[in-house]
């Protein structure tokens, strides 16, 4: 047990939000809604079905699926403490840092893949990093992202192309439908994974003359995982990256070659501008063929809105039949940097429609009664318990954004009616306490 | 870096959900959908508005609200593990096991004391708790739940008790409206604090000759916080607590007895049933006052759908003003006990309204564009792109529940148009491929 003086010390302690994270309230979460119900429409038009997973999983899962080596997995992932009770279980578990290893888990273990030919999954929910918090980058977050994962009837398959164009395509129109403008698409292919072997090759024989020249940071990367050199914010080593002759490298297969250019004329019949970044890998280990990132200028350094790709390989290394080829794609879009560049104001909405004011104690009771049947009637009301002068209560009232006010005062109740006033244009109407209801459900209630 | 062997080990590994947590499966998101629906027209329509707040906050944030010595504090917090960097704040984080202390950190952060007289949150998220999982209990869970909380003008407010009824009150018009019935609402009143250092004396003498046939947990209950003896779950200890004449500890003042009248007067005028139970206390530190608890008996041991009250003091625990009196109180449902038991089947919805079917490769681009403008045209659709007979892609289509079939073949395609079929009349039309969209958005878009 602690002192009384701790005790006292605790007493005036404020506590504040953990750094890195941020409370939604009230007047932003119409924001979030209109974003939720435009993601679902959208979502569901292109077939997509939401899935949710715990916000924790075995902390192996992300090592085995973003990358051991990996930022992530290395210095971002938040643990839980492990449990003190011996309860069998003790796999350390960690916060999830993203929604794809989640997601294939769950694919895997509920065996969708006997229950159809292909699934389309959207998930839409909070992601945690120990990053260090800046603008755009907090260690709660959230993400709404989709995978698209079915068994590949044959080993190379170009008519799968069509999907990677999907997916960016239901990017770009989850963004237009968010109210973003002025988005860049940058895409770029790693191949096969026999293709990302031979690139990786071309890299370090490119890189290696420049490698002493480069930070330290970097120098382990190339050791440790050669592409995330690619993606280093470091601006010397920028510098030469900018500097490789990547077609030069030829490390792409014919087949790999074809899908992409099979893609990128499929993303041309859906109208969409991109741009060919051949040093466009992200920072994770599972992609192959298609990769792309959504980004946006008025950003600043962290200008990524969405990313995403295809992860062919990812299903088996986390546990499906090695003997199954499969097709597995998705991408994630950053919903706080959305709303930071989205052109669309939160549209102010009345908290309550009707606000009843009682002149005296005596009111109370029959104020509470109405307000509860104009509730019941699906009319957003209230009451002031706190009573007050009709002054204070009006302002009350406008606060709230009522649209009509019902006040009880001593003159109205002799003849049990109550004044009901049109807040917009000020008339003032005495109603019969009993058809108060029906008189607000009129002005309320759309019929039909 | 891992060795061989190890790395050929990990590939075989299967991961599962972590225990005690749940996926929740696209088949079963619409009930979760209706729910959240619902829950958000009701709480709108009493004037509550929905708060987010992080999934983890300062472990002391929980000890200091939930209480030290609370088994939810002392076994089964999820805690973060420290964080290797140093960062400057290391204090100790946690998952948080309720809503409660958040809502009254963020009301106390935002400073919506000065914003308004009176705050009225919703929220709707996971909590986590280490317990052991069984029936209607996990590691995550997810709660909705309301919290009131504004200054209170003077020290000793009867009117207040309305807000105690509408809270009561909302609760019960929640459960309503997601389709369960058969529940039963049980209240009681802690009194003041004042009243509760009474009840707690009272208590103490009574109990104090059989505390040696109690449990041990009991025992030390009795020590650190007679209250919880009252929650236990022990037989031994149910019969002592049944046994106990609560009038005759006569521990409420004058103004905490006309409270709890006033109350039950207004639960009454809501056409609310309820029962009284002297021996509800609920198992945190922080209620005074009317405390209630709602349970179904279909959910065995863990019977509790919902459970509030009020907790006035909380406010200035959590760094408040001393000088000012607060009113505050709120409840929260447990979702997935409500879904356990709520009388409202997932309705099923049709994945796509149209599927899209290719009867040979060189259609699939013609039919992928054709898709996109459905789709953009606000008509869900979908296609398959790896092909197969027509027998076995209808019955894909059939299978994501589509309405209208749309089909490339090659009879067809000379005179620029496809089949539309009607999966429910079975009727086939030949209609120009540049007329579709307008054809299906006939059917699907409803005027107006």
Redesign the interface.
Known sequence: M?GALTVSK??????????G??????EE?SR??ELEQKA???C????Y??????????T??FA?SVG?TSDIVQ?QL????S???G???N?P?S?RPEGTASIV??Y???NFIHA???S??YYLG?M?R?E?PQKGRLR?FHQLGVELIGP??QNE?L??A??D??VI?LCV?LLRSFGVKGFKVKINTLGTPQDKQAFSSYLRKVLKEDLKSLAEEDQKRFSENIFRILDSKKKECQQIVKKIDFAKGNYLSDFSQKYFEKAKS?LR??RIDFEEVPYLVRGLDYYNHIVFEISHEALGSQDTLAAGGRYDTLVQ???AD?QTPFSALGFAIGIERVLLVADQPATPTA??NVFVLAMD?KF??PA??LV?EL??A??????????GSIKSQMR?AN??GAKQVVIFGEEEMKEHAVSVKDMEHGQQNKIVLNQVVDYLSKIFIKKG
């Open positions: 602690r605790m007493m005036i302690k404020n506590f504040l939000l953990p750094r994270t941020a409370d939604i309230l009230p979460i979030w809604h679902r429409i959208v569901k038009n292109y077939g079905r939401e899935i949710r997973t715990p916000a924790f999983e075995e192996e899962l085995r051991q210095k938040l643990s839980l403490a449990q003190k009770e309860d069998g279980s796999s578990l916060l888990r769950a895997l273990q509920h159809e030919p292909i389309k999954f909070p945690f120990g260090r709660q590949a009837k398959d008519n799968l069509f999907l164009a999907e395509g129109q499929a019949d859906l290394q986390l546990g090695p908290e309550v104690e109370l009771q509470f009664c509860n509730r019941q699906g009319i957003s009301a209230d009451v002031n318990y706190q009573l009350l606060k709230r």
